[in-house]
């Protein structure tokens, strides 16, 4: 078989009209930058984004300061026109701006608005007045943006700002306690800022509110919750209740997601049951003598046998 | 006669192929659900891929599983020393292959699906460290070695990283010829290098039209983009002048320059640009994809040697004018200009929102408050090793 297109359509699968469009997609007579096009502005906002806050610690002088800040926020503006131009109103269900530039510009002035915010708390020595806020601050504009404009990068964005922002907010609080404190509490956090996240997935999609935010709250979530428990096991001083709460959570989530054929989910899962799993069964070896020997066989017979199962399993998640 | 060194049904192979452009056609809203239901009946193919997370959990664990598997055979055949150790390696090396080869793939259709590449790059490491582990004198027995066994994966299992590793141990074995001759081959290696890269290239088109099924579509792309990529590289300033101190001991005193240094400026601004001139008049994807992320290496070549010690207004200043010349052309290619569009015509399957937004959320981050300590605490991390890491 040497062109898919011609195979569908001498098998008339697609009509005339069809073949001819994508016949000519096939011979280059058509080609679209669409890709790349996006691609060349990303990296645009990337470096323009990076490079206008940087100015902020940098000697320019009283009015270099004054003109960068002005700029920026004309910038602001004038992208906030461009938005309202093109921007559909609100809806709970998934709206699509049929620009193909439309969520880079709003992304180029949700960072624009943070970068600016940064620049003014440091010209304005704000710093230490607003230590404890300014990533909420971040987190409310990128919550604002993602849900008025429907932009799931945004609100990717805005989990991370909100994921430092509880990070930070707490650490003054670990001074005054002792430093023993402070590594604990981050996990602990991440911990219920991951399960919280997985709860909101689980409400846009029940409530109907931007249901198609799920995947990415979730997400993070779960990485988060994760990650948070993963490293209370070998951090705390009381692993085998972290353990246990893996082998409980992760298990349960394992099986849930199996049902409902999420496989990213049930992969995480799956790796962070098993890491737990291992914990179990080498905490339980330690108590035996000679049972070292077991050790070396615990990975490949594991890994191995766990292969074969889901191997009898394969029509479950046969990929079309 | 290729087609029978496969180890894959290459009519199964070409139904899978079709279906899954053909999903991607009902994805990017040109067929219709009735349509693409009645493909997915007529090409029900036999191979047996799962869906991307699962090959990753199956290349995860095959990978732990082969690996760690050494240790208790050692214990079993009671290998104690080293010699005995290398046929081992050698010994389960064909094993593993012969058993991804026929159990797997020739009697239960596995394609992608984690636990053949897994065996696959197993298998051949182990075999490679059979072989090697001898350490023998010739330097060139290392890349030889390594480009039979990597040709084996890029041919008989249509592995593109298998074709990937031929690439570079190709590049090693000449290199290693070039260093061997001595004298002015040594000087000459930038050259040759394009010399022979471009061949390749030719060669891959004369090819392209010998074996025309699309079961090797991509192996061509990977394969044209490769040899592309390298004879900028062999001209590249930064990389010929890096490269000649690192490993052939040139030593520049202050103020020195490389030979033919002119000639490699040249190289590094006009290959690009011949590139895109290319592109765009021979209407080529790949050559334009390819000068445009030569365009960037370039860009940042010159701004080594060349900086005007204000790094964070050249940044700032160039990430303004990409935006500015995207969305020019954006708004200009909305109607079809001379073929090239700016509208998406198909739905590329590596795309997705979801993705986008977290790869969007890790490298622009936005935090540029300055007090963020705790910020790297609970970023992202730990993505499922993405199922490319082998080693070799």
Known sequence: MNNIYKELFQNDHIDKKQYELLDAIRTSKLISLYYELRLALYLGIMLF????????????????HLISMVFIGVVIIAGFYFIQKIAKPYDNLEVTVPKPYFDYLLLLVSLLIISLLAYIQVYFDLVELLVNWSSFISTAIFMFMAYRYDNRALLAMGITTLAAAVGISVSPIDWAKGEWLSSTNLYVIGLFLGAFLVVAGQLSQHKNIKAHFRFTYQNFGLLLYYIGCLSALFDSNVPYFYMFLLLVSAGALSYYTWNTKEFLFFLYSNISFYIAFTYLVFSILENFRGAEILLIYYFPVTCISYIVILITKKSHFSND | MIKSWIAYDIKELEKKKLLSSA??????????EEQWGKIKENYTSKLYSP????RVLFFILTLIGLSTISGPLALILSI????????AFLLFGVVFITVTDFVLIQKNHHYLSGVTEAGIYIGLSFIAFGVLASEPNNMLIYPLVGFILSSIAAVRYLNLLGLVATFLFFGWILFQLCITIGGIMEALIPFVFMFVFGLTYWSCTKLEKKLTSVVFE???IVAKTLSLFIVYLAGNYYVVRELSIELMNLHLAEGEDIPFAFLFYVFTVLVPIAYLYFGIKKRSLLFIR??????????????YYFSLGMPMLTITLSGAILIIISFLIFRYLRQVQHGFTSEKLLHDKWSSQDLTAIIASQTLGGNKVPTTENDTTFKGGEFGGGGAGSNW
Do not use: P
């Not at chain 1, 984004?49 to 270099?64: K, L, M, P, S």
């Open chain 2, 80 to 87: 104690n020393d080293f010699e005995d150790l290398r046929i």
């Open chain 1, 49 to 64: 984004t990076g490079g206008v806050g940087y100015f902020a610690y940098q000697n320019i002088g009283e009015i270099g």
């Open chain 2, 290 to 303: 390819t000068s445009l992320l030569t365009l960037a290496l370039s860009v940042i070549t010159l701004k």
């Open chain 2, 218 to 220: 991509d192996a061509f």
């Open chain 2, 51 to 54: 869906s991307i997370f699962i």
């Open chain 2, 23 to 32: 999903k991607n056609l009902y994805k990017s809203k040109i067929l219709s």
